[in-house]
């Protein structure tokens, strides 16, 4: 009897959607794809894998990853060189288990610009279904390296158009905060 349990029960288990088993966040995927695109665009590549979220960004995409990771664009060293940014990554829905993530860089910082976002962003996470930061700005007395106000607020993917000539356009992407904390 035990048997035949175990048997359907297992048997259970195979045939469960890989939809059911892709929910889950790859986080240690995620670092490494992130860390090796993150080492094209500068140095000093750092994320703790916690600041990854599964979510809806815009009409535009299906859910996609969206990764907090630190790094200094300009491979300037020093404390004052390096900055948060946000990562988006897709992951190919036909084939989860074959590793088919990867970084989409027109939605990705440094290469998108943001808008109000602090240069120090501690979190990432989703409240009320929407996509928000807790960061740090500094008081006035505060280290170059080391703010001491705490803040949060909403994060937006955003698009416009832009005329390139004539006849075309081109659609851009930026990253914008419901408050502006970019130059406190």
């Given amino acids: 009897m035990k048997l035949r349990f175990y048997a359907s029960f297992l048997l259970l288990l195979a045939t469960l959607p890989a939809n059911a088993q892709s929910n889950s966040v790859p986080r240690a995927k995620i670092e490494k794809i992130l860390g090796a695109y993150a080492n094209t665009v500068g ?5 703790d ?16 990853f969206v990764a907090l990771f630190i790094n200094d664009n300009v491979c300037a060293g020093g404390s ?20 088919g993530l990867y970084v989409l860089p027109e939605l990705t910082m440094p290469v998108i610009s943001s808008i109000g976002l602090p240069r120090f962003i501690d979190r990432v996470f ?3 279904g929407k996509l928000w930061f807790s960061g740090r700005i500094h008081a006035p007395m505060d280290a170059n390296n080391f703010p001491t106000i705490h803040v949060q607020a909403q994060v937006q993917l955003l698009k416009t158009e832009a005329q390139i000539d004539a006849k075309n356009k081109s659609t851009i ?11 406190q």
Avoid at 49 to 64: A, G, H, P, Q
Avoid at 81 to 93: E, M, P, R, T
């Fill in 126 to 128: 989703i409240k009320d």
């Fill in 80 to 99: 004052g060189s390096w900055k948060s940014y946000l990562a988006v990554l897709w992951q190919h829905n036909e084939y989860p288990d074959k590793g």
């Fill in 49 to 64: 894998r916690k600041n990854i979220v599964k979510t809806y960004i815009s009409e535009d995409f299906e859910k996609v």
């Fill in 43 to 47: 140095c000093d590549f750092e994320m």
């Fill in 173 to 183: 992407y930026y990253w914008k905060s419901t408050t502006d904390y970019q130059d």
